[in-house]
């Protein structure tokens, strides 16, 4: 009797051990951000780059020509009307029109000439809008992974909330980066930390954590948040990485989503790699993300818009389509579109 006493306890322990094991880890595979002193840090890298490494990539840096690639001519009468397909239209750069069931999303809206704090300085836009800012449909919300200025650009806001003045979209935006939103005009922000959700209609929306940094002005370094979108429904997971270096985040992305049907996902600004490295993929990499995340279908952003690093702006795309056939890729299952181009899934 005192044996199987014994026994049973020492099962229990055992079982409560386990239980309170599970749950540390899945906690701390699923922590929100990590901070000091207020500076927002990466899950996977401790190395920042330090300004004396932003000169010597500036002074050795050759950059090479601006390229333009073509623009489809889209129907935006057509994304007007659209309450029922699912569909996505690439305006440029990491910029999306994402339609689903009738909720219309724009992910890191940038509609303006320059990527840049000045009007008439800073890299230019190659290749114009595919989609004009007044031929969007009503916009219900807006995802913005973080304050760079590629990705955050002031002048589009603006002009978004001056043509929905009434009603305005939704802003989901990482933290600490409400107030920057809010002085353009916008009263719906929606700040979210790494592995927090908000509800809308039917959708989910996930904050997720990736690989990067965030600057806009001389002092502000890493003292916002940044990071990637989950958009979910009961039948439909779209994925918006941002920007983002390759770590180990995808895979915990994957632990908790399972997969994706839809992900959009860098491959251009990587070259030269010992400064890049860490805050953007390369396209083998970028192959690899889709890959971690278990996505069905990947579109490529972040390439043939502005000129922001070292590598040919074309390159982006000739190394995608070779890597595809090398890594033996379905026929598009990780594929790039054409600025203007819509999709229905
Ligand atoms: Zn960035
Ligand atoms: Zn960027």
Redesign the pocket.
């Known amino acids: 009797m005192l044996r199987r006493n014994f026994i049973k306890k020492i099962l229990l322990f055992s079982l409560a051990f386990l239980s309170l094991k599970t749950k540390i880890m899945a906690n701390s595979l699923f922590k929100p951000f990590n901070i000091e002193d207020g500076i927002f840090l990466n899950n996977y890298v401790t190395h920042k780059s330090s300004f004396k490494d932003f000169w010597k990539w500036r002074k050795e840096s050759n950059k090479p020509q601006p390229i333009s690639f073509p623009v489809v001519k889209n129907n935006p009468s057509y994304l007007k009307s659209n309450k029922s397909e699912k569909t996505i239209t690439w305006v440029g750069h990491s910029t999306f029109l994402i339609q689903i069931d009738g909720i219309n999303i724009l992910t890191d809206p940038h509609f303006s000439k320059r990527a840049s704090p000045l009007s008439f300085m800073g890299p230019s836009r190659t290749t114009p809008p595919g989609l004009n800012i007044d031929d969007l449909p009503f916009i219900d919300l807006v995802l913005i992974?973080?304050n760079?200025y590629?990705?955050l650009d002031a002048k589009t806001i603006k002009l978004l909330l001056k043509k929905q003045n009434i009603n305005q979209p939704i802003f989901f935006v990482p933290l600490k980066l409400k107030e920057t939103i809010s002085k353009l005009g916008a009263s719906n922000v929606i700040e979210q930390e790494w592995w927090q959700m908000s509800k809308y209609k039917n959708l989910e929306i996930h904050s997720v954590p990736v690989q990067?940094?965030?600057k806009r002005t001389f002092n502000d370094t890493n003292k916002t948040l940044?990071c990637g979108w989950v958009v979910m429904t009961n039948n439909f997971k779209y994925f918006f990485v941002?920007?983002t270096g390759y770590s180990k985040d995808f895979q915990d992305i994957q632990k908790k989503f399972g997969g994706f049907d839809l992900s959009t996902i860098p491959i251009g600004?990587y070259a030269p790699r010992w400064f890049m490295k860490d805050?953007?993929c390369n396209v083998e990499e970028a192959i690899q993300i889709h890959r971690d995340v278990n996505s069905k279908i990947s579109i490529a952003m972040h390439w043939g818009t502005f000129q922001l690093t070292d590598e040919p702006m074309d390159e982006p795309i000739k190394l995608l389509k070779q890597l595809s056939k090398k890594l033996k890729l379905k026929k598009d299952e990780f594929s790039y579109m054409t600025h203007g181009q819509t999709r229905k899934f």
Do not use: I, T, Y
């Open positions: 992974s973080h760079h590629d990705h990067h940094w965030s940044w941002g920007d600004a805050s953007h």
